[in-house]
């Protein structure tokens, strides 16, 4: 049975050839990406321009009103409750009542 010693020499000599392997390889991936470069004529700059306009944005939709006491006072569900809908709750009220369906989107609540 191998001693520690022997061990760790082992995983020292492992380690030793990973990182031999791993700097080869990117050399070779840098030379592979050199050449492509300069096949197409792309610069470090382009890349660097490129990497920061392509990026994806994400759209947003519209938010959907889930409450709406009045043109004013609507709510859609999101973030802090507004002050109408903490003061119908204080009062045991039920916001469900106020709740938009699909297929009244612009009507009063159902009171």
Do not use: C, H
């Amino acid at each position: 049975m191998p001693t520690i010693a022997e061990i760790d020499a082992q995983i020292k000599e492992l380690q030793e050839k990973k990182s031999k392997l791993q700097a080869e390889g990117k050399r070779n991936a840098i030379k592979q990406i050199k050449a492509v470069m300069a096949e197409y004529g792309i610069s470090i700059e382009e890349l660097q321009i490129k990497a920061v306009i392509e990026k994806p944005i994400k759209e947003k939709g519209p938010s959907v009103i889930k409450y709406r006491k009045s043109e004013t006072e609507t709510w859609v569900g999101r973030g802090p409750k507004p002050k109408w809908i903490k003061e119908i709750e204080q009062k045991g009220g039920n916001i469900e009542r106020y709740r938009v369906s699909t297929d009244d989107f612009f009507l009063t609540p159902k009171i």
